[in-house]
């Protein structure tokens, strides 16, 4: 998840989820003529949950014409599970996940069942009776496998974000540390356990008459005695 203000990359994320979704769409796996099945409602779903609006539209756009182009007897509802994994992820997204006070991973759960009964109902769309006979066969499959798919790469987007976030932290920390220390009228130095000096702020430099770059990586031991 990259958090920018800027809607070209919003675009450009969402040009990227679809194509991703067109490769998931490509390794599907073929019913019968015209009827395929893959985890496309994970990925969009999950998109809607975690992106911006207009990255996830543009996702889910991207896939519905790759659908639409491979066409079959199984359009209108493949077409139809990929709106219902947007909608869903953003009416959860927007109404429901900050209300549930449950436990994370059983949040996400419960969001790929949810998705993944649509997605089923979705299938009513393929003529009848084809259309129960695809339920039939595919929907304790998809209840079951579908919704831990959708939890795991949940967690895995989450993961990544906290480690992100602990990084840019770690970073905004290190940038105040430093600032005061060169801001400091003090003479400041760090070194390591080598006596190796890391650190140096200009006020240490000006009490040995020396350039701050040259005092870096320079031992201890050879500093000029200006007492």
């Known amino acids: 998840k990259i958090k920018l203000k800027n809607r070209l990359f919003d675009f450009i994320f969402g040009i990227v989820i679809g194509l991703i979704t067109i490769f998931i769409m490509i390794n599907a796996w073929q019913m019968a003529t015209g009827v395929f099945f893959d985890t496309r409602t994970v990925m969009i779903s999950v998109t809607a949950l975690f992106f911006s609006p207009i990255t996830s539209f543009i996702a889910t756009l991207v896939a ?130 080598e006596g190796v000096i890391e650190i140096a702020n200009q006020a240490f430099a000006s009490i040995l008459d020396a350039k701050k770059s040259d005092l870096i990586n320079l031992d201890m031991l050879k500093l000029p005695n200006k007492r």
């Not at 790759?66 to 007897?73: A, C, H, L, N, S």
């Not at 009513?124 to 009776?129: G, V």
Request: aromatic share 14%; with cysteine.
């Open 64 to 193: 519905i014409a790759y659908r639409i182009y491979i066409g079959g007897p199984g359009v209108y509802s493949g077409v139809l599970s990929l709106i219902t994994a947007l909608g869903v992820g953003w009416v959860w997204k927007n109404y429901i996940q900050n209300k549930l006070k449950i436990h994370k991973y059983l949040q996400y759960y419960l969001f790929g069942i949810l998705v993944h009964i649509f997605m089923l109902i979705s299938q009513l769309a393929i003529p009848y009776p084809q259309n129960f006979e695809v339920i039939k066969n595919i929907g304790l499959i998809v209840l079951i496998f579908y919704p831990i798919a959708t939890m795991i790469l949940c967690i895995a987007i989450v993961n990544h974000e906290k480690s992100v976030t602990a990084n840019i932290l770690i970073e905004k920390s290190e940038k105040k540390y430093r600032s005061l220390i060169d801001n400091s009228k003090l003479g400041i130095i760090q070194f390591n356990s």
